[in-house]
Structure formats: structure tokens, C-alpha cells
């Protein structure tokens, strides 16, 4: 398959190493001397961007963590005047407060370029047309496609995520060659094309660029095979710039990093040591080359690690293992994210639903993620009456779908029915093989 | 009169209600009325019986959400149009009926009707004013 930037991406580690250790010293020259933020976490580090001589000098840096995106929301981290912006996102703040990615003219041009040899890499040239079924809006995904497609020159149908029915006709009518969406909604639109009696076979789509939501080798398995398609894992984080930080090429073994602008780190959680290639550990990013929103050793909280060894496609760059977990409890579903304490605190509201709930998570018939929580009906909110029970469940579903955009089924359980271990009860049970 | 309903919570699973009533007659306790109100995920047993106390005791200590509910057993006089009066009497009263079943009670030509409303003291009220009987226990 051809690959879109072969200076880049097959360049040779000397190459890469000079050009990374220049941008990475501009990046730190850069927000030390525009964003008062970092200029006083390297103060307080002691270090000033002089320190950076090599590219081991970047474990002086200090790391960043979502944490501090938040407090400084919305402009705080912003490393160019607010006149060069020239578009904005924001993550979905289901967690917190949102994180801000902003991007300059070079920002965009750089987001297309990571994503057209994200396309590329699933087979994508000019002549293709793209099936985009990310959301546009505020999210990354589909405009970060949508600026990738333009950058490669393909054709967009640019028709967002859910409708189903529509997608469905487009397909039909438009014979789009690729597919991007999240792993389960293209699982979704093969159960509901075969309601339908289409047959994808018949279709010419050739490929999927899925990511946004972990998934596993068993669904890449369904989906190939279901869609009659390759399927391809893509990565990427709002705080970085969105999907195009690292992607898989037609090998499908691990996803390549855009090494040139993103500087991959794996380091051991607990004490933030830096790891070596092969060791499994929290996946740590720093940004080369943004001008908007530069970050400095991001804490992705993903856990991984670096497959450093020749790559049959040709491309040089290092790439992550498929995603092995997460360093916090974070739960993803339908891509939203969630943790269990935020539920927590809904159900903590409602009086007498604690402290006896657990919270499964499944893919069920329709493939989408499905969240189920058990409530214990205890003695405080127990009624003879049915309608009062129906309403309490209407208020811990409704509760939870204002606060978190979650929709889950709520189920009524008898007390002590939640298997509880020493005592405590087990609060997750995650069925999705991810 | 007010008499006690034996109220439980019950999840929608085979066997489960072989398990409530096992308990109950390994203890002698003789059911006069019974009825099961159900949702897809959860149903919720009403029963009257000879020793309510004592039955809730020993759900409670077999791991049920069980409690004693005020409801009214109404004889009923055993012909068609009856239950309707009674009905209608609601109505006109404005007292509302939560729910309602019919007991195994049968005394001589009268049928008991076991009723839960919202206002158990106006509905008592209103139907020994209109000459209806309602039964002490079963």
C-alpha cells in the first residue's frame, strides 16, 4: 500500500531523533515563554529549556495530567494569541470540567496530515470516498477525519454519527470505500443492514478506521467479517490534537506513532520512572509541534507498550501495543467517559439506594455498549406499591442520564443478591471483552 | 377494620416464589389471600395471612425486603353489581384504590375484597357509613 509521507514516516532514526530533539526544544522554549503555567512548573522542576540538550533530557521535565488541562480551562494553556486560532474543541466534560484543544492555521495542517497517513495507512487515496460516521461537533473525531480526507484528497460524506437508516442509504447510493466509526456502531449498522437485507459484499467498502472506544481483537475479528472489510485501530486524545496520534498500517500489529510531532514515552505509573521499549507501563505524550495547545509529558493514563522492531509496511516509526488497560477506573461507554464514583454520586443523592449497587457493563444483541445498574431494594425504599418503585427507577435513570449523557437500565435486586467479597460489594463488572 | 398485608420484594427468577412459599409452610402459616403484582425485572407479593407478625419476621430473616401493609377487607355480598356500588362509592368519595384482589374468604353468601387505598381511615369511614363490613382479621 502506498504510504503518505514516506520522508516522514520511514525516515531513519538519526533523522527522526535530530528533528524531534529540535521540536522538542521549541516546544519548551515555547510555553515557558508564553504559557505562565508551564513557565512555573519548570521553575518549581528547576529546569529552563536550555536543560533540554538530548532527548533523554526530557524525563527533567515535570508531567502533565488531565487535572491541570481543567483548572486552567479555557485559555490557560494557550501558547499563541488568541487572533492565530483558527478552530476549537473540547472533550465532552462527562468527567469534569472539559478539555480545551485549540488549534492554529499549522495546528490544522498538521491534524490533516497525521490523518490523511491515518487513512492511508487503511488504504485510503485520492478517488476513495469516506463514510464518515464520527460526531462532528466539538468531539475530534469527525472533524479530525473530515480535515485528514481533505488533506489526502478523498471524497467526504460527512453525515456524523447515529441514523442509522440514512448511513445505511448512503452506502447504498454513494458506494463509499471507507468507513469511520466507533468499533461498536459499525457492528451496529451491519445488524441493522442485515434486518434490511443488504448484504455487504455487494458494497464496494473496502476498509473501517475504528477507535474512540477500546475495543478487541475477537470484535476486529466480527467486524472484518461481518462488513467484509480490514479494520483498522486508530488513536488519539483531544489533549494531544484528536484521532492521528498513532495508527495502525495494513500490518495491523500495533499502531505507528507520528513520531515526528508526538513524542511517545512509556513510564511506570507509580513512580514515573521512564520504561524501555517492551515494558508495559503508562502511555506519556508530549506534542512536537502544536502551536495552540502544546503539552508537555501528557499522562494518558492508557497502559501499553513500544514495539520498537521493523515494521513489514516500511514505516520506521515506533508503535503501542493494542491498549492493555487503564491506570484509573475510567469506563468508556459509547464513548463516553465515565468513572464509577460519578455514578456514585448520582446514586448517593437518592436516598437509600447506597450503599449495595453494581454497575455491569455489556455489549448485548445490538453489539452497543449496554449499562445495567443493580440497585439492592432495601427496606428504606422498598413499596407495596409498583408505581413507586417504577419511579424511583425513572429518577436514578433520569439523574444519571442528565449528569452523565448515560442511559442505563435500571434494575430493581433483591437485597444481598450483589455478590460481595469480604463484605464489600463487587461494583464493576465489565462483560465487554476489550 | 384495618388488617395487615404481608408485602415482599421479589425478583423475577424461576423458583423464587416455591422459596417464600416453603418458608411459610414449614412455619403453619395459613394464606387467605394472595397476589402477585409484576414489571419486567421485579414483582412484588401481596398476601394476607393468619400470623402477619410472624411471617415478616421470618422473610426478613430469610434475606426479603418484606414489611406489614394497612389494608381493608370488605365483604362484598356474593351477586352481580356489588363490587360496582362499592366502586362507585370510591369514585364519588374521591378515595383512591392503589390496588385491590380477592381473597380466598368466602362467608356464607359475601366474597372479601382486600383493598389498599390512599386514605385507609376515609375509606373505612365512607364504607361503614354506607353500611359495608369490614372484616378484623382473617
Known amino acids: 500500500m502506498p504510504i503518505w509521507n514516506k520522508e516522514a514516516e520511514c525516515a531513519t532514526t538519526e533523522t527522526l531523533q535530530k528533528l524531534q530533539l529540535e521540536r522538542l526544544q521549541k516546544t519548551v522554549e515555547r510555553v515557558y515563554a508564553r504559557v505562565p503555567f508551564y513557565r512555573k512548573k519548570l521553575d518549581a522542576a528547576g529546569v529552563t529549556p536550555d536543560s533540554i540538550t538530548c532527548l533523554k533530557d526530557i524525563a527533567k521535565l515535570p508531567f502533565t495530567t488531565k487535572g491541570d488541562l481543567r483548572e486552567t480551562y479555557p485559555y490557560g494553556l494557550l501558547a499563541c494569541e488568541q487572533n492565530e486560532l483558527v478552530e476549537i474543541h473540547t472533550s465532552s466534560g462527562t468527567t469534569g470540567t472539559p478539555v480545551v484543544a485549540a488549534y492554529t492555521e499549522n495546528d490544522l495542517a498538521m491534524w490533516g496530515e497525521v490523518m490523511a497517513r491515518t487513512l492511508s495507512m487503511a488504504g485510503c487515496e485520492k478517488g476513495d470516498t469516506v463514510q464518515n460516521g464520527y460526531g462532528y461537533g466539538m ?111 495494513e500490518c495491523q500489529n500495533g499502531k505507528h506513532i507520528n513520531e515526528d510531532y508526538f513524542y511517545p514515552e512509556i513510564i511506570n505509573p507509580e513512580t514515573g520512572e521512564v520504561l524501555a521499549d517492551g515494558e508495559k507501563g503508562e502511555l506519556v505524550i508530549t506534542s512536537l509541534q502544536r502551536e495552540g495547545s502544546p503539552v508537555i509529558r501528557f499522562r494518558t493514563r492508557d497502559i501499553t507498550y513500544m514495539m520498537r522492531e521493523p515494521c513489514a509496511c516500511g514505516r520506521t516509526t515506533v508503535r503501542i501495543h493494542r491498549l492493555l488497560g487503564r491506570t484509573d477506573d475510567l469506563m468508556i461507554i459509547r464513548g463516553v467517559n465515565c468513572f464509577p464514583s460519578q455514578i456514585e454520586n448520582v446514586l448517593m443523592r437518592i436516598e437509600g439506594t447506597q450503599p449495595h449497587y453494581q454497575i455491569v457493563i455489556d ?39 442528565s449528569e452523565l449523557g448515560i442511559s442505563a437500565h435500571i434494575k430493581l435486586v433483591e437485597p444481598r443478591s450483589i455478590q460481595r467479597s469480604e463484605g464489600k460489594a463487587q461494583r464493576i463488572i465489565d462483560k465487554r471483552s476489550l | 377494620m384495618i388488617i395487615k398485608q404481608i408485602s415482599i420484594f421479589m425478583e423475577n427468577t424461576t423458583g423464587r416464589l416455591a422459596d417464600v412459599t416453603d418458608l411459610l409452610a414449614r412455619a403453619g402459616i395459613n394464606l387467605r389471600a394472595i397476589s402477585i403484582a409484576d414489571t419486567t425485572d421485579f414483582g412484588i407479593l401481596r398476601m394476607v395471612a393468619d400470623q402477619p407478625e410472624e411471617a415478616v419476621r421470618l422473610l426478613r430473616n430469610a434475606g426479603f425486603t418484606a414489611r406489614e401493609t394497612d389494608v381493608i377487607g370488605v365483604e362484598v355480598p356474593d351477586h352481580p353489581g356489588e363490587l360496582a356500588r362499592i366502586m362507585a362509592l370510591f369514585r364519588a368519595e374521591g378515595v383512591s384504590i392503589e390496588y385491590l384482589y380477592a381473597s380466598l374468604e368466602h362467608k356464607e353468601d359475601k366474597a372479601v375484597i382486600v383493598l389498599k387505598v390512599d386514605d385507609i381511615k376515609a375509606g373505612l369511614a365512607m364504607l361503614e357509613k354506607h353500611g359495608f363490613s369490614t372484616i378484623p382479621s382473617f
Request: net charge negative; charged share 25%.
Open chain 1, 363 to 401: 455489549r448485548g444483541a445490538t453489539h452497543l455498549d449496554e449499562i445495567e445498574i443493580r440497585v439492592e431494594v432495601e427496606d428504606a425504599i422498598f413499596s407495596d406499591v409498583t408505581s413507586t418503585l417504577e419511579r424511583l427507577r425513572k429518577r436514578i435513570h433520569d439523574e444519571l442520564k
Open chain 1, 139 to 249: 468531539f475530534t473525531g469527525g472533524l479530525g477525519i473530515h480535515h485528514g480526507a481533505r488533506c489526502l484528497g478523498a471524497n467526504i460524506l460527512p453525515i456524523s454519527s447515529g441514523n442509522t437508516r440514512r448511513q445505511l442509504q448512503m452506502m447504498r447510493d454513494f458506494g463509499p470505500t471507507l468507513l469511520t466509526c466507533t468499533p461498536s456502531y459499525s457492528l451496529f449498522l451491519a445488524e441493522a443492514a442485515r434486518e434490511e437485507g443488504m448484504d455487504f459484499r455487494e458494497l464496494p467498502l473496502k476498509a473501517g478506521c475504528f477507535g474512540a472506544e477500546p475495543w478487541s481483537e475477537n470484535m476486529r475479528v466480527e467486524i472484518e467479517s461481518k462488513l467484509d472489510i480490514k479494520a483498522y485501530d486508530i488513536y488519539g486524545l483531544t489533549e494531544l490534537i484528536g484521532p492521528g496520534v498513532a495508527s495502525e498500517c
